[in-house]
T-cell receptor
Framework: DSGVTQTPKHLITATGQRVTLRCSPR?????VYWYQQSLDQGLQFLIQ???????AKGNILERFSAQQFPDLHSELNLSSLELGDSALYFC???????????FGPGTRLTVL | QKEVEQDPGPLSVPEGAIVSLNCTYS??????FMWYRQYSRKGPELLMY????GNKEDGRFTAQVDKSSKYISLFIRDSQPSDSATYLC???????????????FGQGTILTVHP
């Protein structure tokens, strides 16, 4: 158990809908990362927050947004969902931007 | 050109074999190299972390970085069925840049160790 928690574990929804994925980092970690894992693209970095502020952005779609709250938990919002958004979404956390990243168990999103 | 290339396998070996997993990367500025292991339906977990060139050993695992050829390797000695998983190499940009903690992963190599 990495200490990073993610909810929900599974999410099944329809195209066009909006969902929110939640992540609680390890105690003491200030940085949170979101990654998407699909069969064709592999594990891809989406976005990083550090102590509430956005720090780095990857190939995150405009339909996706994220934030990190004062208690350091983070949410990833996915809207206008498409079939191709079906994937595993992982959250990771680290003490600072250059410490080891610990991954959560992931949220499996299925868009029908 | 992808920043990190990794042979996806799959790789199937008998128990006790030596396993060699490899990645190449394109940007010589990268200095931090990692290997993650991912079991089915689980999140990736860090196995090895190396900085710059050289070897690092941890039990049955050895990570090797050759910066001159932009090549990173993971060796598993005396492989066990419990080593069956997907192995992902990852690179991290140097400190001070705008990419901060972003990890770039290889495609992952699926390894099966059969008894």
């Amino acid at each position: 158990d990495s200490g990073v928690t993610q909810t929900p574990k599974h999410l099944i929804t329809a195209t066009g809908q909006r969902v929110t994925l939640r992540c609680s980092p390890r105690s003491g970690d200030l940085s949170v990362y979101w990654y998407q894992q699909s069969l064709d693209q592999g594990l891809q970095f989406l976005i990083q927050y550090y102590n509430g502020e956005e720090r780095a952005k990857g190939n995150i779609l405009e339909r996706f947004s994220a934030q990190q709250f004062p208690d350091l938990h983070s949410e990833l919002n996915l809207s206008s969902l498409e079939l191709g958004d079906s994937a595993l979404y992982f959250c990771a956390s680290s003490r600072t931007s250059y410490d080891t990243q610990y991954f959560g168990p992931g949220t499996r999103l299925t868009v029908l | 050109q992808k920043e990190v290339e990794q042979d996806p396998g799959p790789l199937s070996v008998p128990e006790g074999a030596i396993v060699s997993l490899n990645c190449t990367y394109s940007n010589s500025a990268f200095q931090y190299f990692m290997w993650y292991r991912q079991y089915s339906r689980k999140g990736p977990e860090l196995l090895m972390y190396t900085y710059s060139s050289g070897n690092k050993e941890d039990g049955r695992f050895t990570a090797q970085v050759d910066k001159s050829s932009k090549y990173i390797s993971l060796f598993i000695r005396d492989s066990q069925p419990s080593d069956s998983a997907t192995y992902l190499c990852a690179i991290q940009p140097p400190a001070g840049g705008t990419s901060y903690g972003k990890l770039t992963f290889g495609q992952g190599t699926i390894l099966t160790v059969h008894p």
